[in-house]
């Protein structure tokens, strides 16, 4: 659903004056007071969010605190949820008949478009396969615009986003020269960005790694970012499944990995969370210091990735799903980052850690996360932290939840 001029139905929190068109046929020094808030106003945007939220509080739903774009609500039909983007609504609900109220006590609130069963949601393709059991995600539509803008159609495709042997500590550091090549390609990784946030982790790093030269854009970056859109052209209806028959396993499953730079020494991190055996959450950023060995690097890494898996728990919560997702399941490849955060005694070569990075061992003995070892062969985060041969960086890509 989505809703008719949004911003036009909050209430205004302070004395706003604003002239007026000829047409009124007012006297010069005439103005009109607002009543309600208007495009183009600060306080616009959370005007219409807090006339939302009053509604919704009205009609017996619960914010979620840990997603205020979230919305729950549970009778003794069933529960329904609605997920809020800027006037974009997503209704989900087990009782058909309960969801139709809901959208009529939304028609009665404000002016609204109905577009039936969800098929499109900001720019991701929604397929529902209710006999199979399967919710299929990608956004095809959106990259095949993307492939036509920047006159890829004919394009040879590849089979990995970046070669396994690039070096892009070679690309320049200096200012771009030129102003259109730069926005050329700032206009480019952001577009992918995008992608790479909602459905397409495999793009993680090389996207994660392009951006990073922005500002000192190059033919060499542009070259490399050409071949990302390759990629993408034989890759372009890879899709997120969600299967109402997974393997169900009592834990949110992660896994962990880190990989360094040569240029400043300074390690990738990257997590991708599994639920049901579905992919719900992936990251792959660069650490913000120096590792002085690879267990710190990939300790600095679990702790991160610790953090996003508490949120996940109490987002599971507010979902208030049946199962109870008590412990976390890290997998990690690195077997002296497993002993050291699971031994809380000092460790020489790990004294100068800045004590944030010890929140995996508090979340440990709290029983909330169990870290396990997994084969180098076999840690799905591998894609998310370096470049990779064709073989593995498929087999990954697979083993990680897109088909």
Request: overall charge positive; charged content about 30%.
């Amino acid at each position: 659903m989505d809703v008719c001029n949004a911003f036009l139905y909050g209430k205004i929190d302070s004395d706003v004056y604003m002239s007026l068109l000829q047409d009124f046929n007012l006297k010069t020094n005439e103005v009109c007071k607002l009543k309600k808030t208007l495009y183009g106003l600060k306080g616009s945007p959370k005007g219409w969010n807090n006339r939302f939220h009053g509604v919704m509080i009205e009609q017996g739903f619960i914010r979620s605190e840990y997603d205020y774009c979230l919305y729950v609500r549970t009778t003794k039909l069933g529960k329904i949820f609605i997920l809020l983007y800027v006037d974009n609504l997503l209704l989900a609900g087990t009782d058909k008949q309960e969801v139709l109220e809901v959208k009529s006590v939304l028609n009665r609130c404000f002016k609204m478009k109905d577009f039936g069963n969800v098929k499109h949601f900001l720019g991701i393709v929604i397929e529902q396969k209710l006999e199979e059991g399967e919710i299929i995600l990608n956004q095809s539509k959106s990259l095949e615009r993307i492939i036509t803008k920047y006159n890829m159609d004919n394009c040879k495709a590849v089979s990995t986003p970046m070669e396994v042997n690039f070096k892009h500590e070679t690309l320049k550091r200096e200012k771009s020269e030129s102003e259109e090549l730069e926005h050329r390609c700032r206009q480019l990784i952001g577009t992918l960005m995008y992608v790479m946030l909602c459905t397409r982790p495999d793009l993680c790093n090389s996207i994660s790694i392009l951006s990073r030269y922005q500002s000192c854009a190059s033919e060499d970056l542009w070259r490399a970012l050409k071949r990302v859109l390759r990629y993408i052209k034989g890759t372009i209806n890879l899709s997120l499944i969600f299967k109402r028959n997974s393997i169900i396993e009592d834990c949110i499953v992660g896994y962990v990995d880190s990989a360094g730079d040569n240029l400043d020494r300074r390690s990738t991190a990257g997590y991708i969370f599994k639920v049901l055996d579905c992919l719900i959450s992936w990251s792959s950023k660069k650490q913000p210091t120096v590792a002085l060995s690879s267990a710190e690097a990939e300790y600095a890494a679990m702790s991160i990735a610790a953090s996003e898996a508490c949120w996940l728990r109490f987002l599971f919560k507010d979902f208030m799903v049946k199962k109870e997702f008590v412990c976390v399941k890290l997998y990690e490849d690195n077997q002296s980052a497993i002993r050291v955060s699971k031994n809380p005694e000092f460790h020489k070569r790990l004294k100068h850690v800045d004590i944030k990075y010890h929140f995996i061992r508090e979340k440990i003995k709290e029983n909330i996360i169990d870290v396990t070892y997994i084969s180098t062969n076999d840690q799905i985060a591998d894609i998310l932290t370096k470049p990779l041969g064709k073989s593995k960086f498929n087999k990954l890509r697979e083993l990680m939840g897109l088909f």
